[in-house]
Every structure is written in C-alpha cells, then in structure tokens.
C-alpha cells in the first residue's frame, strides 16, 4: 500500500520529470533481477517448455506428467522443474502461444543448465519489453493529446513490477506488443498496427476479445450519418474491406506462428487446456461466484457446466454491444471501449489471476479513467487463498472486498476515478 501510494505521489507530482520515472521504474525492476519468483510456480513450465523446444520436441502434444511417470527425463533439472510447477501444472497440456515459447526457448539458449540464468534471461526480456512500452506510451499519449506522465500509472505501478517482471507473467510481452500496434492503428497505419496486434495476440490470446471494437474506427464517416443500411455500404464497402483485411491479418500472423506446431494432437490438446478456463477453474471471480451461489440454492450443485458457458457468452455479447453502439470512430472513444470491453469479460470470468489486469491497466493510461489502478491494489486480497501452504481455499470475504473497491471506484465520480470530466458525447 505504501509503494502504490508513493508511486502516485511520484506520478502526480508537479516537478516530476518523465526521464525521473523512466529511471526510477527501471531501478526498481533491476532489484529483482537475479531473484527467483516468489508468487508464481508458472516459471517452471515456461523452462520446461523453453527446454523440450531447444531439444526439437513439440511442447504441446505432451505433459510433463507423462514423461516422468515413464522416468523419461528429457531436459536439464527436470524433476526440479517438476515438482516446482506443482502436479496441476504438470498435468495439463501447455497453453502458452509460439511468442511466448519463444522467450521461454531464448531463456533456454542462455540457461539450459541453469533456472536461474533462465530467470534472469526471461526478466532482462520482460524489462525491455517494459521500456519499450514506456517509449511508445509516451508517443500514443502525445497522439492522444494526454499528459505523457499518464505512462507512469503502469511504469511504475507496484503490481506491474512485482508480478510481470518479479513473477516472470509474460504479459509484459503481450502489452508492449498491443500498445505499439495500437499507435500504428490510431496512425491509420493499420497493416503494420494489425502485425504488431497480431503478435500481442501471440503472446496471450486475450487481446484477440478486443478486435470487433475496432470495426467503426475504421469507417470514413460516423454511423449515425447513414439513413439506410443501402447508402452505408454503398459508402462504406471499402472501409469494411480494410476492417475484414486487418482481422484475416491478426489471424493469419497467429496460424503462421502456429503452423510449425500444428497437429491434430495439438488441436485437441490446446483445446482441452483452454477449456479449463471456462469449465474447471475457479479464481476471484465476481459475477460468476454470485452465479453460483444462485445455482447452488436452485440444484444444489457447482453449476460451472452452465455459468462457465454462459458468463463468457454475456461478455463477447456486451463487446458485440461496445463496437456498434459506441461511437469508436472516434479516438478519444476507442480506447476507453477497449478498456470497458476487456474490463466486462474479466467481471464474467471464472478465473482472474492478478496478472489479468495488464492489459486494461496499460488501456488505462490512454484514457482518463484510473478504476484499474485501485484494482491493481486490492487484487492482492486475492492471494489470501495461499495463505496456508498446506491447504489453498479462497476466503470470500476478502474476495468480496476486493470486488467492493473495485465496483465503487467504477462508479465513483470523484476526480480520483476519472481525472477530467468526460466531454466526448460517448
């Protein structure tokens, strides 16, 4: 709490220069970087990964599970890495697209004898993926015509560098990838802008959710000016052309990286751990635990069968909702769709690991909106469910305090929460 309160102070404070949070923010990522995550086994299945590639083997057709229950020990420290991912990790199929293995496998060239030198290499990424994001946030605020400090609410932000750079979540890849394409879109440059979007899409799938919201930006004229459904297309066919190309292009560079992995097994594979998400797993939700305790007192029983189908549904229907009826056409309106948009499907989610909120969170900073920096705070309740090593359960008290500071900052009208008044007509 304290830090958090300190890197507001440091952000809002007057004589603050941006090169002064620049080098602050990289100092304190540099603290952390010879030490072993703290927070997080996942780091373990990143190597494991990074390993099986280096070896040539595929590491999405099999478990790590299966090769130790074989006393098949293909890579270096292998039973370490195992009995550090901990057996759910182990015996699931991996979920992590090619950009991600990617870093896992450079991790690998540098440290395959050593997880630790794989830590280091994996951090020193993620910090310049970190600064380049600081860079090109600066050049998207001045597009914007934001205060370039605004960079500093995710540059600096604690739960930035304690769990993208100190936990190793990948994330940090994924938005420096995302921000970038996002000034090459706002350029109307939207090939280059739709590569670079495609590859924040290949770090971690999730961006993917945001695409439909960008179909009115490229239109030539607002919506609303159309009288008939004739006269827009008439008008417009080349614009929904381009929108149509920028998709195929976001796709088609996520099937080209994939298209050295490609099997039949990794399709059901990948499906089957992706699946989990929305069926099996169970982490800080909001209204899906409210949909659940309902369907409790109606079956008696768990009904995530259900609910994990449905909530997703609500969400992709709210975003469908978000890109024809805001007027995204506009600038200062893309954005803060884009920003409600992510922030609806993680209220339906079943699962929202505190690494989650990377993406609204440097979404935040090219709007006036600041409720997704209360939430980096207080999502650290959530971890109150690893508070006995021997015995994880969520308490929902705390979970539900969490969600309460969450819901009241969304709407507050104080200046904390929106720091200038919303004057766009959206």
């Not at 690494?355 to 440097?362: D, E, T």
């Amino acid at each position: 709490m304290l830090l958090f309160g300190l890197s507001w102070v440091i952000v809002e404070h007057r004589k603050i220069k941006i090169q002064h949070i620049l080098f602050i923010g990289i100092f304190f990522r540099l603290l952390l970087i010879d030490l072993l995550p703290w927070m997080s086994q996942d780091y373990f299945r990143f190597i494991w990964d990074g390993r099986l590639l280096l070896k040539g083997i595929n590491p999405y057709l099999s478990t790590p599970l299966q090769h130790i229950s074989k006393g098949s020990f293909l890579v270096n420290n292998a039973l370490e890495l195992f009995e550090g991912m901990g057996n759910l990790n182990a015996k699931h199929y991996t979920n992590y697209p090619p950009m991600s293995q990617f870093g896992y496998w450079l991790a690998t060239i540098f440290g395959n004898h050593s997880i630790l030198v794989s830590v280091i290499t994996m951090r020193t990424l993620l910090i310049a993926a970190d600064i380049g994001t600081f860079f090109a946030g600066i050049k998207l605020l001045k597009l914007l015509k934001l205060p370039a400090k605004n960079i500093g609410y995710y540059f600096l932000n604690p739960f930035v560098i304690i769990e993208l750079i100190g936990n190793l979540h990948f994330e940090a890849l994924m938005v420096f990838f995302l921000v970038v394409s996002l000034y090459f879109i706002l350029k109307k440059q939207w090939v280059l802008g739709g590569v670079l979007f495609g590859l924040a899409v290949n770090v971690k799938l999730l961006p993917l959710l945001l695409t439909p919201i960008f179909a009115r930006f490229f239109l030539k004229q607002p919506l609303q000016s159309y009288h008939s459904i004739q006269s827009f297309f008439l008008n417009e066919w080349k614009s929904i052309l381009k929108y149509l190309l920028f998709v195929c292009l976001v796709l088609g560079i996520n099937i080209l990286l994939f298209t050295p992995f490609i099997t039949p097994k990794l399709i059901s594979n990948y499906g089957s751990s992706v699946s989990l998400w929305f069926n099996s797993f169970e982490f800080n939700a909001s209204f899906y635990y409210i949909a659940r305790w309902i369907g409790y007192q109606i079956t008696g029983w768990n009904v995530i069968a259900i609910t994990g189908k449905l909530l997703p549904a609500v969400a992709v229907l709210g975003i469908f909702l978000i890109s024809i009826f805001r007027k995204n056409e506009k600038v200062e309106v893309l954005i803060p769709s884009l920003l409600f948009g992510f922030t609806l499907y993680l209220l339906s989610s079943t699962t929202v690991h505190p690494w989650y909120l990377a993406i609204p969170l440097a979404l935040a900073c090219f709007t006036n909106y600041k409720f997704l920096w209360v939430w980096t705070i207080v999502i650290i309740f959530s971890y109150n469910a690893y508070s006995d090593p021997n015995h994880w359960e969520e308490n929902l008290w705390w979970v539900g305090l969490e969600y309460c500071f969450v819901f009241l900052s969304i709407l507050s009208n104080n200046s904390f929460i929106n720091t200038h008044k919303d004057t766009t007509n959206q």
